[in-house]
């Protein structure tokens, strides 16, 4: 995998951190100087923990893991979500859903009463139905929809959350610590980094940071993706193969070890004598 460069990040605004007072106890290990009472992070650590989280992405994605984006605030949100679509990972964007991680079930409950609305809406149920009570449902629909977009597919806790501003996100990290679910998130200079299993020391304001970031991210996650499914299938393959080879080995076991006519014809000399 390609390494950052410091100059590369440079010239995204990756090093533009917080003002001086709004400084994180725990970030200062990040900060490269103070100027003009803004504080400039080291773009070498930077680029140092950025390699770790795109190589940690990278891993997760050839394993087929789930890994939800989460991104609500303005500079991030419709790059997060478009870079989601495109490649078909779950993302959440609009706004954190309060016990999406400690109260999956509900969630799931809800999400499978979303689709099977739109499946009634999509096979003519609906039609049978007054228009008083379609426009009701439709309202609901839009409204459950709303919230779920972009998770509506999974059927399972994601393995790992990617997450711009944990600040904004506090909710979301929070959840995440309570589940043991595993975190990779840019960190700014306001908040601790220390929360966070893959720090990404960077400016998490700017839309070009932002958007460079998370293309990075996306583009790592991706790369060498590997669906469940598939691995599944290599699993059964692979033990379908060693079945085969041990057939293949029982059978020719057997083989040798059956007498030939010429050792019987032998055996039969060897008797009479």
Avoid at 83 to 112: A, D, H, Q, R
Avoid at 236 to 252: G, L, Q, R, W, Y
Wanted: proline residues 4%.
């Amino acid at each position: 995998m390609e390494k950052s460069d410091p100059a590369v990040l440079l010239s995204y605004g990756l090093h533009l951190g917080h003002t001086k007072q709004k400084l994180h106890p725990k970030a200062k290990k990040y900060v490269y100087k103070i100027e003009k009472g803004i504080a400039i992070i080291d773009l070498f650590q930077s680029a140092s923990f950025f390699d770790k989280a795109k190589e940690h992405l990278s891993e997760l994605g050839k394993q087929g893991k789930i890994v939800l984006f989460v991104a609500t605030k303005k500079s991030a949100k419709d790059t997060v979500r478009e870079l989601c679509k495109e490649n078909n990972i779950p993302y959440m964007t609009s706004k954190w859903v309060g016990g999406f991680l400690t109260n999956i079930n509900e969630i799931f409950k809800n999400i499978k009463k979303m689709n099977q609305m739109r499946e009634d809406r999509d096979s003519g149920v609906w039609d049978k139905l007054p228009k008083h009570e379609r426009v009701a449902l439709s309202k609901k629909l839009n409204r459950i929809a709303s919230i779920y977009v972009g998770v509506e597919h999974l059927d399972k806790l994601p393995d790992a959350l990617f997450i711009i501003d944990i600040k904004k996100e506090s909710n979301a990290l929070k959840e995440a610590l309570q589940t043991g679910i595993e975190t990779i998130a840019v960190v700014d200079t306001n908040v601790n980094p220390d929360d966070v299993n893959y720090p990404i020391p960077a400016n998490d304001d700017a839309v070009l940071s932002v958007k460079y970031i998370a293309e990075q991210a996306v583009k790592a996650y991706m790369t060498n993706f590997t669906p469940q499914s598939e691995k599944v299938n290599e699993a059964t393959a692979s033990i379908a193969d060693m079945k085969n080879e041990e057939k293949i080995e029982a059978e020719t076991k057997k083989i040798k070890e059956t007498p030939t006519k010429e050792k019987v014809i032998k055996k039969k000399k060897v008797q009479k004598k």
